[in-house]
């Protein structure tokens, strides 16, 4: 996997181009000079967390035959005060939308946060990662 990463208008904006080409932008807190164009570097970590998390639901909630109409990630992080200000703890709640089989979402939560996410993989050794879910009747 490769990426090339340049630098914008803007001491602290960046345009990161992925290998297939794919584009994405940020940048740095005005507090520090940066000009609040894009995501910080760590959204964009909660970010991946997020939609990494949410691709292997789909996946496998379309695995075991459940008519998912939709899904929404919402997101709480913690920091450290001190530098580097990592994450401490992220909880990730999924409102699952359709008609859909309680103990399969469940399962479908469960094997992507704490088994199949990468990057959930990669944050647990430091991070405290808890989830959540709902299904909502449409």
Known sequence: MKFKIIQKSGKYHFEGTSETEHHTYTDASPDIGGTNKAMRPMEMVLMALGSCSSID???LMDKQRQQMDDIEIEIEAKRRDIAPKVFTDV????????????KKADRAVRISVEKQCSVAEMLKPNVNISHSFEIIER
Request: overall charge neutral.
């Open 57 to 59: 639901i789909v996946y």
């Open 91 to 102: 909880h990730l709640h999924f409102k699952l939308f359709g008609q859909i089989d309680h």
